[in-house]
């Protein structure tokens, strides 16, 4: 029997097998499809974020994010360990038949889902999170994304002093809103703390934008370390921090 490949690398067979899967209703796959994206490990895909999370993430009430995942858990594709009443959170893992078939689609040559970098596909560059150190998942571009957030920030309004409420500043460059609980959060705090900075959230306030909490930053994720990019974006959020506190301050102070 072949070995299972790490989940990183057919992420996108195991995705497609369940956007094509008739009896999975919207919301179930909904759920799914932000687990596998923003919270599944890159090793073996387990990921165990609360209801509360996963239904702020995706403007469903806990409630019907627990149904969901029921009926993930039902048609085979993830496995629940259900946690207590004693603040342990439930940990949920494809299934290793769901594994299986997403590797064997993938070794087969899967004419569906791209392979190859040079096509659109995926890989699994070595750049860490606080996730996994093995690295994420390449997306192929996605054109219709980006011409919304062209135009979202050619739309958006600058921010007032109360705080952060849209993509533009009164001065400098464009923000990008970044929801909360998704893994671009998580790589953004790893990058912080590797600069002696605390996490977004103990720094920047939560902003509403389009039903979700979330921040306003410099880019969807971090440039690389050491580049004028990087320098730009780290010069850029401390600028915000220090706005942030100044208002408070002034808000105190009143």
Known sequence: MSELLPFCKIKLQYILEMVTDHELDDNALRVALYL??????????????????????????????KRALNKVEAAGYITIER??????????????????????????????????????????????????????????????????????????????????SGGTRSEGPPLVFVPRGICFVRDWNARLAREGMTTLERSLPLSPHEHHLGFWLPARTPAPLGSVEWRDQLHLLRDLIRETSANVEHRHAI
């Not at 994206?37 to 019907?64: M, Q």
């Not at 096509?119 to 996994?132: A, F, I, L, W």
Request: hydrophobic share 20%; net charge positive; charged share 35%.
């Open 36 to 65: 596998a994206l923003a919270h599944a490990d890159h090793e073996t895909g387990e990921s165990r974020p609360s209801f509360e999370t996963v239904g702020a993430a995706i403007g469903k009430h806990a409630k019907s994010v």
């Open 83 to 164: 946690g207590t009443n004693k603040g342990k959170s439930s940990r949920y893992r494809p299934t290793e038949a769901a594994m299986r078939r997403a590797t064997e689609r993938r070794r087969e040559g899967d004419k569906v889902v791209p392979l190859s970098r040079a096509k659109g596909g995926q890989s699994c560059p070595q750049r860490g999170t606080d996730v996994s150190s093995k690295g994420g998942q390449d997306c192929p571009p996605n054109r219709e994304q980006e011409l919304r957030k062209e135009q979202g920030r050619a739309s958006a309004t600058d921010l007032p002093d109360e705080g952060q």
